[in-house]
């Protein structure tokens, strides 16, 4: 037996003993997705699907680096400038020296959030990005990539690492067959080095009958920075589950995101921050808008170990309810073992405020413009801080049109726009 | 610069420590169906209450200790626990304060509650529960002109069945959790409190709880019930002696608030909360529950926590009815190494239910402290609004502070606001303060203060005076 082949079987009998995570633990108290993820547990990717047939092309004006993935399978890639190593999973594990492999495929059931689908990914996923970012190797353009879901279940994984005062930009966006069902099950791994600055984009608009599990664990050496933004568009049932270490001192961390949830859908954020060194630095701010049916959890949990003095923390979840049906369900949860810090946490729940909507209907809105207005510019508060602006607008126009009656608007806001 | 010595806060004493010595009627430890059948037979219950407590026991046999709470804590043997205790009884019992054994009296004096005292001067009507059993009910005559009961549970359901049979069980039912299980189970007394329609009672009412004996567990079960339109405050205050072993305390309250009626509900927790090693003290495991049934009902459950190894409480409010009110206010200290994890629900069901919570956790030495509450806003829970500050002190680099607040909203009307904020005194106040000549001592002693201050308005003055006193003994040496 290879080293892969124990690897993987190991990565198995982890997922045997987990099994997908049911609602009687404590982070999946709110998301029941045993039912829905059932069908594609041993359902695997088929090989021959890797074609780039049918796969859309979105964020054209956006100059970047292109990798595309069919199924959790690399089929397409730009080559990266010098210093940025690049190679796909497969290649690596095709020729993997034990070491490496047991680096890129194990399993760690004390990392934060584990679950069973985190171990499922480790022992299924066949490909995925290895990256390496040399020292002070700034990379100018960012990198896109695309994840096309056509059929059944795909686990990507990804491995990337910031050498010293490295920088990346990372977009991942998540787009499926309008017509098929599936699962998505990835896991995003960070690892910054010292004084390192990564933006990561999430982009999660999967279609409608599918079910989206993602993971983005990020470990941070001294002084670096992440700033991350999860934005959950699509998709049938969505998990993302987001873990930051702050590992050595001065490391900040931001992380935003933005729900925007209609008809049935489902979408859950856990995240965790531990800030296991001094001075170190979180922000957070999360904002949803459900309509229809829809169902939000938020769960943001902040640790303060014993020795990360001088710590710097605040946590800021917003809900929007436009309808009599949604639901939404928000845990910020602080622990700390320290004395010196100063952290805050504030979650909301509401409509919106009535004083602004009278404001605007003074100024000749209709009750429906002014409300599409305020929710948008409720959502927008996340978006804002996204970059590079291609993405921001994409995003921004994706989310609206997720809104009802999103048309007036949007050519209300272009005129806007074009005055300026 | 870190001027709090949180050595010196684990140093200072247990003031209620002593044991009284005094003749009493232990049952032997364990516990089985026999020894439910003793308790009610001991206590002349009907068949009724006997099967509700046995139904209650095969629960709890088919039932888990929950660990979910963040505490830790070596297993609880439940067959080395003693559940009934009582002092031994002259005769029938006493019928008024002059009966009552001279030790008993002393006890309450030590513990500044004057029961003599207080019947002539304070106006405060005073049920005192030593051990398992309710030994002085104070002021009876004149709480029954108006037409209030109050009187030790297990004589209420001799005089009162009725009253009690409907009530009892009716808001923490005998499966609601372990604790609730085992409590309805093996309860030996405890407060029960009616307030008939539009009255307004006229004092407070106050009951004190002491362990004595070791090697008990106190089970108390009080149950208050306002009818439309009346009004109760009432008043609870618990103390143990110093023992090295932990001993089990499992209480439950229910409250039942009928239309416009209102229950504003006191606590001021004193158990022993263990020695600087962590030896001894109270496992407080409580439930406690208001269900605001009527509409325009109102409960307010205020608390200031300082004792008890282990602290397990979230005092909570179904907000059944239309427009009504619930409000947690607390005040929670830990330190040495006690535990505590508390807070509180606001169940939202009925329209323009308001809720309000502050909780003010204070961790020093090595405790820990966490406040874990739940707003859930019903579907259907139109115009429902929730507003929740829970704020965390920190006193020493050993202690830790942690929040975990669940929201849930199905209602689009609805409100919620939840904020939270952890730190440790500031520097800069500290400064302000030693620049004008106060004492560092004072100063942070004025700072915690004004820190509690939201709970401890909120508190009945006799209770104002006790807390600030318990917590300026509490942070005694704090500050080198």
């Given at each position: 037996m290879s080293a892969i082949d124990r690897l993987r079987a190991q990565a198995e009998a982890v997922f045997a003993r987990h099994g997908v995570p049911a609602p009687r633990l404590e982070h999946w108290k709110y998301t029941d997705i045993r039912r829905v993820v059932a069908p594609f547990i041993d359902h695997a990717s088929p090989a021959a699907s890797a074609e780039q047939g049918g796969v859309p092309n979105p964020l054209r004006d956006l100059d970047a680096y292109r990798v595309t993935f069919v199924d959790g399978r690399l089929v397409d890639g730009d080559t990266l400038p010098d210093g940025v190593r690049v190679r796909s999973l497969a290649a690596v594990l095709a020729e993997a020296r034990g070491e490496e492999a047991s680096r890129l495929l194990a399993v760690d059931e004390r990392a934060p959030l584990f679950n069973g689908l985190v171990a499922l990914n480790a022992a299924r996923a066949c490909d995925g990005l290895v990256i390496d970012v040399a020292d002070g190797v700034c990379v100018q353009k960012p990198l896109y990539v695309l994840h096309w879901g056509a059929v059944g279940a795909a686990h990507p994984r990804h491995w990337i690492r910031l050498g010293r005062h490295a920088e990346l930009t990372l977009i991942e966006h998540y787009l499926s067959d309008q017509e098929q069902a599936g699962l998505t099950n990835g896991v995003t791994r960070l690892e910054l080095g010292a004084g390192a600055h990564a933006r990561h984009v999430r982009l999660q608009q999967e279609a409608r009958r599918r079910v989206h599990i993602g993971r983005l664990e990020a470990r941070q050496a001294r002084a670096s920075s992440l700033v991350s933004h999860s934005i959950a568009l699509g998709g049938a049932w969505s998990r993302v589950d987001i873990a930051c270490t702050l590992a050595d001192e001065a490391a900040r961390c931001r992380l935003d995101g933005l729900y925007l949830l209609a008809g049935r859908q489902h979408a859950d954020h856990h995240t965790e921050i531990e800030h296991g060194a001094p001075f170190g630095v979180s922000r957070e701010m999360y904002r949803g808008v459900l309509d229809g049916r829809a169902r939000a959890v938020f769960n943001g949990r902040i640790v303060v170990r014993e020795g990360a003095v001088k710590t710097d923390s605040a946590q800021r979840n917003a809900n929007l309810l436009l309808s009599d049906r949604a639901e939404v369900d928000t845990k910020p949860e602080l622990e700390i073992y320290n004395d010196d810090v100063q952290c805050a946490h504030g979650a909301t729940v509401g409509q919106l405020d009535a004083q602004q909507l009278f404001y605007l209907r003074a100024r000749g809105l209709s009750e429906e413009q002014a409300r599409q207005l305020l929710t948008f510019a409720f959502a927008d508060e996340v978006l804002a801080g996204i970059k590079p602006p291609e993405v921001r607008r994409y995003v921004e126009r994706a989310a609206f049109g997720k809104l009802p009656q999103a048309g007036d608007i949007a050519s209300m806001l272009q005129q806007a726009g074009g005055a300026a | 610069m870190n001027t709090l010595k949180p050595e010196d806060a684990a140093r200072q004493e247990y003031r209620a420590g002593f044991v009284t010595d005094i003749e009493s009627d232990t049952l032997p430890p364990g516990l089985n169906e026999e020894v439910i059948r003793h308790i009610s037979a001991r206590k002349e219950e009907p068949d009724w209450l006997l099967e509700w407590r046995l139904s209650a026991y095969r629960h709890w046999l088919k039932m888990r200790e929950p660990h979910w709470a963040h505490v830790e804590y070596p297993p609880i043997d439940y067959q080395a626990i003693s559940y009934y205790s009582a002092p031994k009884a002259k005769g029938d019992g006493p019928k008024s304060l002059d009966e009552v054994d001279p030790k008993l009296l002393e006890t309450y004096e030590k513990l500044g509650i004057p029961l003599r005292e207080q019947e002539m001067l304070a106006g405060v009507a005073v049920d005192a529960v030593f051990d398992s059993v309710s030994v002085a009910t104070t002021f009876r005559e004149k709480l029954a002109e108006a037409g209030v009961i109050f009187c030790p549970i297990s004589e209420a359901v001799r005089e009162y069945p009725e009253l009690v049979r409907q009530y009892l069980g009716s808001v923490v039912p005998v499966?609601?959790?372990?604790?609730?299980?085992?409590?309805?189970?093996?309860?030996?007394?405890?407060?029960?409190?009616?307030?008939?329609?539009?009255?307004?009672?006229?004092?407070?009412?106050?009951?004190?709880?002491?362990?004595?004996?070791?090697?008990?567990?106190?089970?108390?079960?009080?149950?208050?019930?306002?009818?439309?339109?009346?009004?109760?405050?009432?008043?609870?205050?618990?103390?143990?002696?110093?023992?090295?072993?932990?001993?089990?305390?499992a209480a439950v309250v229910e409250l039942i608030a009928l239309d416009d009626a209102e229950i504003k509900y006191s606590t001021v927790q004193n158990w022993y909360p263990g020695d600087e090693r962590g030896v001894g003290g109270i496992y407080n495991f409580v439930t406690k529950r208001a269900d605001c049934r009527g509409a325009r009902s109102k409960v307010s459950w205020t608390q200031v926590e300082t004792g008890s190894a282990i602290t397990w409480k979230y005092p909570s409010c179904i907000l059944r009815g239309d427009d009504a009110v619930g409000e947690f206010y607390s005040v929670a200290l830990t330190k040495m190494r006690q535990q505590a994890d508390t807070g509180t629900k606001m169940v939202h069901l009925g329209k323009r239910t308001r809720s309000t919570i502050v909780s003010k956790g204070i961790a020093a030495g090595m405790g820990q402290q966490s406040y874990r509450g739940l707003v859930r806003i019903a579907r259907g829970a139109e115009g429902a609004r929730n507003y929740t500050q829970c704020d965390s002190l920190l006193l020493g680099d050993k202690c830790g502070a942690h929040t975990f607040p669940y929201i849930e909203v199905k209602e689009p009307t609805a409100i919620v606001e939840h904020e939270a904020t952890t730190s440790r005194i500031g520097e800069d106040q500290l400064f302000y303060c030693r620049a004008r000549g106060i004492p560092e001592e004072d100063a942070v002693n004025l700072i915690v203060n004004g820190f509690c201050k939201d709970v401890f308005n909120e508190l009945p003055m006799e209770f104002a005076v006790e807390a600030n006193r318990l917590m300026e003994v509490s942070l005694e040496g704090a500050v080198g």
């Open positions: - | 499966q609601d959790n372990f604790f609730a299980a085992l409590n309805s189970a093996v309860f030996t007394d405890g407060s029960f409190v009616y307030v008939p329609k539009g009255v307004r009672c006229p004092m407070e009412l106050s009951t004190y709880f002491r362990i004595n004996a070791s090697n008990t567990g106190q089970f108390e079960r009080t149950l208050i019930v306002a009818d439309a339109g009346a009004y109760v405050s009432y008043l609870e205050g618990c103390t143990a002696p110093m023992r090295d072993e932990n001993q089990l305390h």
